[in-house]
């Protein structure tokens, strides 16, 4: 075994193990642990087989360019200390992490070299897509709208009612004058959107509280609804307009697109192409 390869099987570990489990290997029970040795061992000798390729030889990796990889991940940490602490619980040092990283980097630009032959998406081809998948680019009705919240306080018993009876005025005096909203929310609301009066932006479906969201879409521009609960408390809830479904023009995302389908070629031809090397 290459006296490299202990180290670079520990950051090949690393990395799935955050991947996987957002945790470090040391931290894993034993059969996941054992799973992600196994990974590290496929993505090793799979990797081995890049480097080997005649595509590797001709890249090279400026040192500059490790450098500044290796100190924007050890930045990261307050002190190099720190660093080296949090290396070495993955059994890892300082330069074998550099020796890995270093390999990373080259695996990457090889692949980033293979993937440059992609033939470029045209307008055209885009355009075709957009139109056989009309329903990824619908936008769902929207509604803008703008709340007064009150807060309660779960360890009073007494303080549900008192706060839903003090909703109720404030919204008596709105609907006998719907211009005092803004005014009550300076005075009242208790969330920090009091100081934007209330506003809480452009809503989609499923983005607030139930009980606000299954009100919100049922109301009218202009209209205040009841005083509903959630977890916070509760809420005045006004729509101030309505945003029916629509589709986004092709010409808003021709671009997105476009990139999209460039990188699902670039990643096939990767793909393809490691697929055809020989053993490592």
Known sequence: MHPETPEVLAYLELKIAESQFTSTPDQLAADKRAQVELLAKRQFLLEQKILNSNEAQQVYLPDATLEEAFERIRS????????????????????GFKAALSREMRIDAVLESVSAQVEPVSQDTAEIYY??????????????????????????PESDQRVYRKLCGLQ??????????DKLVLRYSECPTAMNEGNLGLITPGLLYEALDKALFKMQPGEISTP???????????????HPATRQPFAEVCTAIIESLTQRQRTKLQKDWVRQLGPG
């Open 172 to 181: 008596e005096k709105i609907q006998q004058k719907s211009a005092r909203f």
């Open 228 to 242: 509903l609960r959630s977890p916070m408390g509760y809420h005045l809830l006004r729509c101030d307009a309505l």
């Open 76 to 95: 990261r940490y307050e002190t190099a200390e720190l660093f080296t602490k949090a290396l070495s619980n993955s059994t890892l040092s300082p330069l």
């Open 131 to 156: 139109y056989n998948h009309l329903q990824r680019f619908q936008l769902p009705e929207r509604r803008q709208a703008s709340h007064l919240l009150i807060t309660v306080d779960d360890q009073q």
